[in-house]
C-alpha cells in the first residue's frame, strides 16, 4: 500500500473485553513503532520491532499488552481484559530502518466503556 | 522512555509572525527530525537534520542543531493558521536506533 494501514480506525469496547489492533507497514521498512496517546499529550512508547532483532517491550504499560509482528510485516497489539484507562489513539509507524522517516497511520481511537 | 524534552509546552502568535520552538535532547545521536500533528492523529514527518549539519532549510521551515548544547530549534516563517498543530521532535538516541520523542509544543496561530 502507499502508507501504513491501521484497522479499525475507531473501537468501542465494554470493559473487561480482549482488543485486536492491527497495523499494516510500509512494505521493506524494517521497523514498525506502536504508540500510545491520550488526548492532548503526547506520544507514550509501547513497543518497537526491528528487522530480527528481539523487540523492545520496555514500554508497554501491563502484561496486558502484547504485540506479534507476523514475518517482518504485519503486527497486532492485544489488550486483553481492557479497562477504561486504556483508552486513547493509539498509532503505529513504520520506517525503512530505525532512525529514518517514521511514517504514521492513523491510529486506532480505542474507547473502553 | 522519552529523552527529549521540548519548550515551550504551547504557542500562541498572530498570523505572518514567526514561530520558534526548541528542542533538547540528553544523549549523542545521529540525527533529530521534527514532525506535525494535527487533530491527535497520524504525525508527519517535516525534516531530518543530521548530527553533522547545522542548519537545514524547507519552504518555511528552518531547522539548527547545536550538538554541543544538544538542542535543536524549529523555525517556522511568516506563519499561516493552517500551521497550527502540535509540533514534536525525535531523536535516534534509543538501542538499535529507535526514535525517542519529545512532549510537543502546541502552537496556535491566531488569525
Known sequence: GAGVSQSPSNKVTEKGKDVELRCDPISGHTALYWYRQSLGQGLEFLIYFQGNSAPDKSGLPSDRFSAERTGGSVSTLTIQRTQQEDSAVYLCASSLTGNTEAFFGQGTRLTVV | ?111
Request: net charge positive; aromatic share 6%; charged share 20%.
Open chain 2, 1 to 111: 522512555s522519552q529523552q527529549g524534552e521540548e519548550d515551550p509546552q504551547a504557542l500562541s502568535i498572530q498570523e505572518g509572525e514567526n514561530a520558534t520552538m526548541n528542542c533538547s535532547y540528553k544523549t549523542s545521536i545521529n540525527n533529530l527530525q521534527w514532525y506535525r500533528q494535527n487533530s491527535g492523529r497520524g504525525l508527519v514527518h517535516l525534516i531530518l537534520i543530521r548530527s553533522n549539519e547545522r542548519e537545514k532549510h524547507s519552504g518555511r521551515l528552518r531547522v539548527t542543531l547545536d550538538t554541543s548544547k544538544k538542542s535543536s530549534s524549529l523555525l517556522i516563517t511568516a506563519s499561516r493558521a493552517a500551521d497550527t498543530a502540535s509540533y514534536f521532535c525525535a531523536t535516534d538516541a534509543g538501542s538499535n536506533y529507535q526514535l525517542i520523542w519529545g512532549a510537543g509544543t502546541k502552537l496556535i496561530i491566531k488569525p
